[in-house]
């Protein structure tokens, strides 16, 4: 599965693309909203791990950007610190995010976000084969 790392903080992004690739994951970095925006243009990027504040387009907006456009479905985790997240989740569902990752990211946290959001790809993927079959 191909993913989006968008962070600002260069040595977290090393730390999540480390764990991405050991994973078994290709990886796309980027710094900022608009970085992330232009990278999400590639059809292959099926997730997108992303901090909520980024310079730019911030996460939220980021993931109401990709829930608009619609297309295939990509799977969307937001990473953010648990006393920002406590008082915005409803807002951060409405805007589209599938899930939290709680800052500093771990490495099972990351592993069980990716497994679930290869099966959600997995199912939407047959979905659309099923409906391929309806006239």
Known sequence: ??????EDDP???????????????DVVPAADGEAAWRALGDPT????VCDW????????????RVRA?????VYFALVTNQA???ENLDTA???GVDDFLPKPVKMRELKLRLHVAARIL????????LESFLP
């Open 1 to 6: 599965m191909k993913v989006l790392s968008v």
């Open 11 to 25: 040595v977290a992004q090393l730390v999540i693309e480390s764990a991405i690739k050991s994973l078994g994951h």
């Open 45 to 48: 990027l099926h997730a997108v």
């Open 53 to 64: 504040w980024i310079p730019g387009i911030d996460g939220l907006e980021l993931c109401r």
């Open 69 to 73: 456009r619609g297309g295939n479905y």
């Open 84 to 86: 920002a997240a406590g």
């Open 93 to 95: 569902f409405a805007a």
């Open 122 to 129: 997995g199912f939407t993927a047959q979905v659309r084969q």
